[in-house]
């Protein structure tokens, strides 16, 4: 008999999303049906259509006779969403050296504002939840500025894989006080109108294969597909 309390097959698929995107559960980890309906407490149905959903989304992987176990992370999909995501943010850098000045200023106080929180995240060990989001709303600045605040709304359901490998990125390597540091660069030259320099900070930024090699020497290279 299923619980009254149950959660619905939406609701575990968000926390089962959730679960893999912040490495609860690991690249490579087999997740076993009659556990997740234990944990849930509902019916071996429901749990196979949420795992459905999680293959269609690539979450997921279902190896015949040897069980489901979560999808390593491909290092094309990271990087192609962060190709589009950098020529959105690049775009967003040229059509802002043609606003004017109080623009510029008026961006720039948001993203202050993004930074100050940011690094109260830190300084407070919030949950990366709250640095995330203001990892997003400080980039959505600069778009908002050039009245592009959506573009990146293209990207979709896919994004969850970025994001899968930015918490290695950010969490497993520490790196929290360096993309502070980068966004104030970033955010100073903005202001000033420094388009140069800002195209080759944010370039530094988003550049995935530095991060890759980073990553590379300080988490095992088995959470990953990478390509030659």
């Known amino acids: 008999?299923?619980?009254?309390?149950?959660?619905?097959?939406?609701?575990i698929y968000m926390d089962l999303c959730s679960k893999i995107e912040k490495l609860v559960y690991l690249p490579?980890?087999?997740?076993?049906?009659?556990?997740?309906?234990?944990?849930?407490g509902v019916s071996r149905h429901i749990i196979r259509t949420v795992i459905g959903r999680l293959k269609e989304r690539a979450l997921l992987?279902?190896?015949?006779?040897?069980?489901t176990f979560v999808s390593l992370i491909d290092m094309k999909s990271v990087e192609l969403i962060l190709f589009i995501r950098e020529a959105v943010e690049q775009e967003a850098v040229r059509l802002l050296q043609f606003e004017a000045q109080e623009v510029r200023d008026k961006m720039g106080e948001s993203m202050k504002n993004c930074l100050k929180r940011q690094q109260e995240a830190i300084d407070r060990q919030i949950d990366m939840d709250a640095f995330y989001e203001l990892d997003n709303a400080f980039h959505g600045c600069l778009l908002e500025a050039v009245g592009k605040r959506e573009a990146m709304a293209?990207?979709?359901?896919d994004y969850v894989h970025f994001r899968r490998?930015?918490?290695f990125d950010v969490i497993?390597?520490?790196?929290?006080?360096?993309?502070?540091?980068?966004?104030t660069a970033l955010m100073e030259a903005l202001v000033q109108n420094k388009t140069k320099e800002a195209h080759e900070i944010l370039h530094a930024h988003l550049n995935t294969i530095n991060r890759q090699k980073y990553i590379k020497e300080k988490v095992s290279s088995q959470y990953f597909i990478y390509y030659e």
Not at 1 to 11: G, H, K, L, T
Not at 61 to 67: A, C, K
């Open 61 to 67: 992987t279902v190896y015949p006779q040897r069980g």
């Open 154 to 157: 293209f990207i979709g359901e």
């Open 165 to 167: 490998w930015r918490n």
């Open 28 to 40: 490579g980890d087999k997740i076993s049906e009659n556990e997740l309906c234990r944990q849930y």
């Open 1 to 11: 008999m299923i619980p009254q309390n149950a959660m619905d097959s939406d609701e």
């Open 172 to 183: 497993k390597t520490g790196r929290q006080a360096g993309i502070i540091k980068e966004h």
